[in-house]
């Protein structure tokens, strides 16, 4: 938990007066989203947000910080996000959390993309975290069915108790276990050509900068 602090912590530094910033969703984001909170009540620090879930929605309006929509706003100027895993040349997987579809959104909307994480993260191949993929409820069970015979070891993804998840918009999340993506390019085109695949949570040529932890030291990659 203390390399996750550190690291969200580290991000806030990127975000300046009059900015509009994505705020991601996850464990390591809650810190950043704490620590600009801070940064607008002890330094006076003036910016507008857009929320990538309605768990970020609710931690961030619950401190303070202002959260408009994203229809709202003309474009955003940085979005701070966590990842699942992301490699050398800083594709990543995400969607562990569940907001796959609108942390791309919202990545996409954004001139510049910070992903935040701990030393978990940093892999030499993307592929161990089991990839998410949203799809529709509509015909789920024939969309299994392809990745089923793609042999991707698609598992319907469920709540603590047993029952179903579903999405902030609505959907299911089938996670792909893979062990490991040859060509994340190549699966990101694949999975999105299905017809009931809303988004998977392949980021490629996303994040400009990653800020994580190794060898007990805060450390930035940047693409």
């Known amino acids: 938990m203390e390399e996750k602090r550190r690291v969200g912590e580290a991000a806030a530094a990127y975000i300046e007066e009059g900015m509009t910033v994505g705020l991601g969703t996850g464990s390591t984001v809650y810190f950043t989203i704490h620590k600009l909170a801070q940064l607008i009540k002890e330094k006076g620090l003036v910016v507008q947000t ?12 619950s401190l303070g910080i202002l959260v408009r929509d994203l229809n709202e706003v003309a474009h955003v100027d940085l ?29 996409k909307a954004s001139d510049k993309n910070i992903w935040v994480g701990d030393s978990s993260k940093a892999v030499s191949q993307l592929g161990e975290f089991p990839l998410p993929v949203e799809v529709l409820p509509f015909g789920f069970k024939h969309t299994l069915k392809k990745f089923q015979e793609a042999e991707l070891n698609p598992v319907l993804r469920l709540t603590s108790d047993g029952k179903t998840y579903y999405t902030d ?16 390019k190549a699966l990101s085109s694949w999975l999105n050509a299905i017809p ?20 007990n030291i805060v450390k930035e990659v940047n693409r």
């Open 79 to 107: 979005t701070i996000d966590g990842c699942d895993e992301f490699d050398s040349a800083l594709c990543g997987i995400k969607g562990g959390g569940g907001a796959l579809l609108f942390e791309k959104i919202v990545a």
């Open 169 to 184: 918009s609505g959907n299911f999340i089938v996670d792909l276990h893979l062990k490991k993506i040859n060509d994340p």
């Open 196 to 215: 009931g695949v809303i988004e998977n949570g392949l980021f490629i040529d996303v994040a400009d900068k990653v800020i994580f932890i190794k060898d």
């Open 50 to 61: 857009v929320s990538t879930s309605k768990q970020t929605t609710t931690l961030a309006t």
